[in-house]
């Protein structure tokens, strides 16, 4: 958790890809990291075309030199002996993809690897925090993930009690999508089709389960949007543990306390897809970027920074600035202005 230098991880890369070299004769296994417990990761053994199998798991140890190991990553690691219960995790093989959340006065934090795409989840309660999802859109953006947004708890939206938090979510999908975002809808309480509904309405209706087909997704957003109850649905089964909105505040109370990747199965029983359910968030930072990182993480921001009439343009104060512009004639909404300023002064910060 320490620091290192260049030097250190370089050092640290090559000992890893030499390990990773000389696999086949030291007898290591491939395996993917399912959980994260502290000192200790749980592993499912791998086959070499990265077939999961789900009945093999193993509790492992790292090497303390390793990079932090998060859900989702290939590892090899060696099986215990007739003496141990725990194996141990010898080498981390590259990643395609990484989300990382930023710390202050540290590196930024891994929360998964080898992620396919990302679902914000938000709902009705907790309120929806609009410059949270700005930021889990930039750091995806940045990352090169794809990102879709996901409606939770669609039943409080038909509650007339609930009018206006119905009007401000349905305004603010109608951004995203016209960002060409994917916006889905889901309740849970459909525990027979699990579909989910791309335009709101009653005559457009996706199984959930096609948009995880193939790929390795990653639920994200706040405490209490229901991220849990979701996966609940589509594996039919009380595996991730479910807790109440707090009726002091409505913030929603941490249900999840370490990321878990779970197999989704289709009607036959056939794994499809990898799922990772991640710890709910109140904040999060993105201090490990540039101003032209949050930027390129803004479509419409990134689209009219192209036009801008000096490379090094200082977005909103240099002559000539396209984003600027763009603003002034209302083709960026008010919103994302706000959050792009917010997010600028909290990197200051």
């Known amino acids: 958790k320490r620091k290192l230098s260049k030097q250190q991880h370089s050092r640290i890369a090559e000992n890893q890809a030499a390990i990773s070299s000389k696999a086949d004769q030291s007898g290591l ?15 499912a053994i791998l ?22 190991i998060v859900c989702g990553d290939k590892v090899l690691w060696r099986p215990p002996s007739s003496a141990e219960t725990t194996g141990i995790v010898e080498a981390l093989l590259e990643r ?40 889990y859109l930039i750091a995806a953006e940045n ?39 994917a916006v889905y809808y889901f309740n849970v309480f459909d525990l027979e089709t699990h579909t989910v509904d791309i335009a709101h309405t009653t005559d457009k209706k996706y199984d959930l389960r096609a948009a995880l087909n193939g790929q390795t997704s990653i639920f994200v957003g706040q405490s209490g949007v229901g991220k849990s109850s979701i ?16 009726s002091a505040n409505e913030k929603g109370r941490h249900t999840t306390t370490t990321s878990q990747l779970y197999s989704i ?31 390129y993480g803004m479509r419409e921001f990134r689209e009219y920074a ?16 396209a984003i600027k512009a763009a603003f002034d004639n209302n083709d960026i909404q008010p919103s994302r202005m706000s959050s792009y300023l917010h997010i600028l002064n909290s990197l200051d910060d």
């Not at 993930?145 to 938090?165: F, G, Q, R, W, Y």
């Not at 036009?307 to 104060?317: G, P, S």
């Open 29 to 43: 296994l491939r395996g993917l990291v399912i959980s994260h417990y502290g000192k200790e990761v749980e592993i």
């Open 47 to 68: 086959d070499n075309a990265d077939v999961m199998d789900e009945q093999l798991t193993t509790r492992c140890h790292f090497r303390a030199k390793l990079p932090t």
């Open 96 to 135: 395609e993809t990484l989300l990382e959340r930023p710390r202050p006065y540290q590196d930024p934090k891994p929360v998964a690897a080898n992620i396919d795409k990302i679902f914000i989840v938000i709902a009705p309660q907790p309120e929806v925090i609009s410059t949270l999802v700005d930021r």
């Open 143 to 181: 990352a090169d993930i794809e990102v879709a947004l996901l409606v939770n708890k669609t039943d409080l939206l038909n509650d007339p009690a609930n009018h206006s938090v119905t009007k401000e979510i349905d305004q603010l999908m109608a951004l995203y999508a016209q960002l060409d975002y």
């Open 231 to 246: 996966i609940n649905a589509l594996l039919g089964d009380d595996f991730a543990k479910i807790g109440n909105i707090s």
């Open 265 to 295: 199965k289709n009607s036959e029983g056939k794994s499809i897809g990898k799922l990772i359910d991640s710890p709910g968030i109140r904040e999060f930072g993105l201090w490990h970027l540039t101003p032209d990182n949050i930027v």
């Open 306 to 321: 192209l036009n801008c009439k000096f490379r090094d343009c200082e977005h909103l104060k240099s002559a000539g600035c």
